[in-house]
Structure formats: structure tokens, C-alpha cells
């Protein structure tokens, strides 16, 4: 079995009010992208500067369209009130640095979002908007609504003449097929077959904390609710819908031995490992890192993910899941051959019992 490093663990649950503006300024955008509501940063004439992915998934807009523009006028309209761009006016006045809350409505085409809002100043030049969704809802009426953010293909009208694709969602899609993995994975044979292991753990541990976000908007579209706050099977469902639709296969999370501890989930007809072609070993370390930090998430805790037998060894893709704690008694019942998952759990039982030197 190839080691594998321990990556950091994901960044800790935090509410939006025990964010810091100072903390938040020395986030990269990537740090950004990994937190689980909105995060606007603005100039003092409300000029969008920082916009993170949280945000551009639930308001359905691409970023990259967003940038520069007017965010009271432009990005979001509804939000040119009083109640809204009038408190941020008066704190880009006072030279306080804030928090400064308030609960309002987004109105957008597709639905209203009931939110909590806070604004923090962070120098002289770039204040933050962070905004945590409480409920959605159907499209206000007229009289009710003021004036709705704009579609994405308002603000980028004819991209399907530039080759953009698309989701329901408005992010943008590409299409990529499985040669594209298998050169990939050819190249890193020939380059540095060695390091393939931590490369795709680590790769797939940051697509995980991404992917999380974009569950976290479906959860809210689909049940009002944050992944958090559903049930284990409807938070499964959830992420089982999201890599079938993307063409990964069928995911199946089995836990029936739960109470020893470990747990196991299947991806049949696995695109990553048929891309890769055959092997003597289990390839997919991109989907152990992506389920490592998806499980992470779910459980509020620290797990271990490997990959027990594969679709390039013409078995069927299993993972087994562990806490960090039992990672030990996992690799060891690895090391010993026992790649079969009946095999795995029964030594992984023998070993965790077994006192610990």
C-alpha cells in the first residue's frame, strides 16, 4: 500500500460573527472558497473586490462576471435600501470597524433567500459583507419584491457563442473525457511515480472541501436546511445524486458495522479508476482524499479514508472509513493482506481490541 501523508485537518465550524475581518483579509481566496456561507468583500464605493464560492453558488452568479462591478446597482439591487446599503454607507462613514447585523431578503429570479447579514471593516480600503442563508422561498410578488438580482446571462449575455457551458445553477461546466484522466495518471507514472499517492490524496482532499459547498447549496435548494442540520441519509443522498449526475458512478454507504467503528462506501462503475486502466493496486486516491474531506465535514470530526480493492484490480471500488484515532488498526489490517472488506472489518476488530504498545 503506498503511504500516504496525514494531511491538516479542514478548517473548523465557525459562525459568521467569530470572523474576524483582520482573519478573514489574510484568508486566500482558496481558504475563502472553503467556508460554508457567503463572503462579499467591497471597496468604500461598493465596488466588488473578494467574492467566494459559497456566495457565487448561491446566488447563482460566476465570479469571475462579478468582479469590479457595483454590487448595490449591478450584482445585487435589492439590496440598494436603507435597511442594506444604507448601513453600509453609514459604516464606511463612521471609520468604526463594525460588526454591524442585521437579518433581510434577497430577491432573485429563482427565489427569495431569507439571511443574516454582517458587515466588518478591514482597513481604510475593503470592507466585508458575510452572510449566512437562513431559508429559501419562492419568487416574492411584485408588489413585495424589490428589484431582482440579475441572471448570470444578464451579466455575460451570448457565452454559449464562447463555448460556455452551464449547470441549472449557473456554474460552468466542462465536459472532459477519460483519456484526459488516463494522461494524467500516464504522466505522473512516468514523471514521478512515486509521489502519485500524496499528489491525488491531497488533490482530492481539496476537491472534497469544495465539493461540500456546493452540497451545501443543494441541501438548502432541495430542503431549506443546510447538510448540517439533515439527516445522515438525506445528506447521502445528496452526495451520492451530485457524482452520479456528474457521470462518477453509484455510490452505496454502508454503515452496518458502524459500531465497531468503521464504515464502508462503494463507487460502482467507478470513471476514475476505468480511466486509469489496470493495476495491481487500488489508483484511487483523488476519491479517498475527496471522501476523507466530504466525511470530515459530515461527521464534525477528523476521519481516515482507504481504498480497499478497486475497479482497476476488476473489483468494485470500497473505501472503508475510520476516525482518525483507528487509523492506525486500519493500515495494519491493510498491511496484513486484508483488502477483502468482510477480511478488513473482521481484523480491524481483532487489532482495535488489541491493546496498543
Not at 118 to 129: I, Q
Not at 157 to 173: F, I, K, Q, T
Not at 297 to 326: I, M, P
Request: include cysteine.
Amino acid at each position: 500500500m503506498p503511504a500516504l501523508v496525514e494531511l491538516s485537518p479542514p478548517p473548523e465550524p465557525q459562525l459568521v460573527s467569530n470572523l474576524e475581518a483582520t482573519r478573514l483579509e489574510s484568508r486566500t481566496d482558496e481558504q475563502l472558497d472553503e467556508l460554508p456561507f457567503g463572503v462579499i468583500a467591497l471597496s468604500p464605493e461598493g465596488v466588488v473586490l473578494r467574492y467566494n464560492l459559497a456566495e457565487s453558488r448561491l446566488a447563482r452568479l460566476d465570479r469571475t462576471t462579478v468582479y469590479g462591478r457595483d454590487f448595490f446597482r449591478e450584482v445585487a439591487p435589492c439590496t440598494a435600501t436603507e435597511e442594506f446599503q444604507g448601513r453600509f454607507t453609514k459604516l464606511v462613514a463612521s471609520g468604526e470597524p463594525g460588526p454591524v447585523r442585521f437579518s433581510y431578503v434577497f430577491d432573485f429570479t429563482f427565489g427569495a433567500q431569507e439571511v443574516e447579514v454582517e458587515l466588518l471593516r478591514a482597513g481604510d480600503a475593503r470592507y466585508y459583507l458575510l452572510i449566512n442563508r437562513r431559508r429559501f422561498f419562492e419568487p416574492r410578488a411584485p408588489g413585495v419584491r424589490r428589484a431582482p438580482a440579475p441572471r448570470q446571462s444578464d451579466l455575460a449575455p451570448r457565452e454559449e457563442e464562447l463555448g460556455v457551458v452551464r449547470d441549472a445553477s449557473a456554474a460552468r461546466l466542462l465536459t472532459v473525457s477519460a483519456p484526459f484522466w488516463a494522461a494524467m495518471r500516464a504522466t505522473w507514472d512516468r514523471v514521478a511515480p512515486s509521489g502519485y499517492a500524496l499528489f491525488g490524496y491531497e488533490w482530492g482532499f481539496r476537491w472534497g472541501r469544495t465539493a461540500v459547498i456546493d452540497l451545501e447549496t443543494q441541501a438548502m435548494a432541495a430542503h431549506g436546511k443546510g447538510l448540517m442540520e439533515l439527516p445522515m441519509r438525506a445528506a447521502l443522498e445528496l452526495l451520492a445524486a451530485h457524482l452520479f449526475d456528474a457521470g462518477w458512478g453509484r455510490l452505496e454507504v454502508d454503515f452496518g458495522s458502524a459500531a465497531d467503528g468503521i464504515f464502508f462506501a462503494e463507487l460502482e462503475r467507478n470513471a476514475w479508476a476505468e480511466a486509469v486502466g489496470r493495476a495491481q493496486a487500488p489508483r484511487c486516491h483523488v476519491l479517498s482524499g475527496f471522501f476523507r474531506a466530504v466525511f470530515c465535514h459530515l461527521a464534525q470530526k477528523l476521519v481516515t479514508v482507504r481504498e480497499l480493492s478497486c475497479a482497476c484490480q476488476g473489483k468494485t471500488c470500497t473505501f472503508a472509513v475510520v476516525s482518525q484515532g483507528k487509523k492506525s488498526a486500519l493500515d495494519e489490517a491493510i498491511e496484513r493482506g486484508k483488502t477483502d472488506r468482510d477480511q478488513t472489518l473482521a481484523a480491524f476488530r481483532e487489532l482495535s481490541r488489541a491493546p496498543r504498545s
